[in-house]
């Protein structure tokens, strides 16, 4: 007796079934056989790590504030004061007396020359003639307290660098022009002291000295190279 339809279609269905449950298994088996499929099949279902935190205590100090550093104010620095009309010296002495010519004395001697040198103690000035016509007018300065003697007198010595040893000081160009006593006035260039440093530099002008007529060291060496032994020296007010 052969088989109806319907049971040919249900025999079918079970063939059909059995094939692909055979290619499933096959799958399984292939895949299960995978390193790469082993580890993921592997992981799944394991629980996620927890990552660890790795940490010290570490012991932070307070910061603190730091000040502001104020300024220091300088110090006042106090000007040394000018220095007061009291000169270093009294009159001017010259050491070295074998430069003086002989016989020299307060009396003008005859002069023929035309050479002629005017102080004015009220000017603080100088003036010096020669031929009768001005040649140089200078700023000079003469004695305090009226120190610098008036008169008619004359050039009576020349020294290059005269030294007043009462004061330990150089009087460059000196040009001696009268006596007061064993020592000798005349007119010379600013004082030098043993420093090195001009006496009454800036003072020019007034008067500083206790009697001889002080010019500026220019003034004075151009007068120094001028002048001549018997030149007449008039001093006035």
Request: aromatic share 10%; glycine share 8%.
């Amino acid at each position: 007796m052969s088989a109806t339809p319907a049971s040919r279609r249900g025999l079918l269905y079970l063939l059909l079934l059995l094939g692909l449950f055979f290619l499933v298994l096959v799958a399984v088996v292939v895949v299960s056989a995978s390193p790469a499929m082993a580890s993921i099949l592997q992981s799944i279902g394991q629980p996620t790590p927890t990552q660890s935190i790795h940490f010290m205590l570490v012991d932070i100090p307070k910061p603190t504030s730091t000040p502001v550093p104020t300024a220091t104010p300088l110090s006042t620095v106090t000007p040394t004061p000018l220095p007061t009309e009291t000169p270093a010296l009294l009159e001017i002495s010259i050491v070295d007396t074998s430069s003086l010519p002989s016989g020299s004395t307060g009396a003008l001697p005859s002069y023929s020359g035309s050479k002629y040198i005017l102080v004015d103690i009220s000017e603080q000035h100088m003036y010096v003639y020669e031929n009768d016509q001005l040649i140089y007018s200078f700023v000079a300065s003469t004695g305090i307290n009226n120190a610098t003697r008036t008169g008619l007198f004359h050039v009576q010595s020349k020294v290059p660098n005269a030294y007043g040893a009462t004061w330990n000081i150089w009087m460059p160009k000196w040009l001696g022009i009268y006596w007061a006593g064993s020592l000798e006035n005349g007119i010379h260039a600013l004082p030098i002291l043993p420093n090195g440093a001009e006496l009454w530099a800036g003072y020019l002008g007034r008067p500083v000295s206790y009697g001889c007529v002080v010019l500026g060291s220019y003034e004075a060496s151009l007068l120094y190279d001028w002048a001549e032994i018997g030149t007449p020296v008039e001093i006035r007010w």
